[in-house]
């Protein structure tokens, strides 16, 4: 797809690392599905992987970690 933020790049399936932080916790995940922008370098990640990352995070909440590293699977 076409980048949406410099409008000349062109998306790449690869992998990021998604932090997210709330309160007191810091979650890392590794390894997260992603289209790249090959030229700004741009992530997006699909609704789908998005869901599946708020989840996994919900759990780790309710877990009571502070900090902690993942890889994803979705």
């Given amino acids: ?3 949406a933020i410099c409008q000349s790049g062109v998306t790449e399936a690869g992998y990021v690392t998604i932090v997210l932080e709330k309160d ?32 996994r995070a919900r759990e780790e909440l309710e877990r009571g970690v502070v900090l902690e590293m993942l890889h994803f699977a979705a």
């Fill in 1 to 3: 797809m076409k980048c």
């Fill in 24 to 55: 007191n916790t810091t979650l890392v995940f590794k390894k997260v599905p992603a289209e790249i922008c090959e030229n700004c370098g741009e992530e997006y990640i699909s609704a789908e992987v998005n869901k599946a990352l708020l989840r």
